[in-house]
């Protein structure tokens, strides 16, 4: 038997936050609810190997608490891995923020918003389900 993806490993709904705050981790993991398989991790390099990484169907990257160089990060995620996971980046300032989009992150939402706009990603990358 393989230790690699399975077909209903694929088909379980889940995504990764990338932070070291656990209060974050817990509020988000409220919100997805049991449906949703909740991988966290310090870096996105902790994840796992590209192929572990496109199990998950986008990526939360805390652009406050996470251990590394957010832009670092992304830019590693496309540019080397050539994952195109969609990065919803989690706080952080404006300048941050610029710093991290060109390297390919998708979109930005303040830390008070993520929980509040979770649902809404859920529902449109559930594949019909969890959301």
Do not use: H
């Amino acid at each position: 038997m393989s230790d690699g993806p399975t077909i209903n490993r694929r088909l379980q709904p889940g995504f990764i936050i990338v932070t070291t705050d656990e209060s974050l981790v817990r509020e988000l993991q409220g919100v997805a609810g049991d449906d949703w398989e909740v991988l966290a991790v310090a870096a996105i390099e902790d994840a796992g190997e590209w192929n572990e990484i496109l199990l998950y169907r986008f990526i939360l990257l805390d652009l406050d608490s996470c251990a590394g160089d957010p832009a670092e990060q992304v830019r590693s995620l496309r540019q080397e891995s050539m994952v195109n996971t969609p990065v919803i980046g989690v706080g952080g300032t404006k300048e941050e923020a610029n710093r991290v989009r060109p390297q390919g992150a998708d979109r930005f939402f303040a830390r008070d918003e993520i929980a509040d706009t979770l649902p809404d990603f859920l529902a449109a990358l559930g594949w019909g389900k969890g959301g």
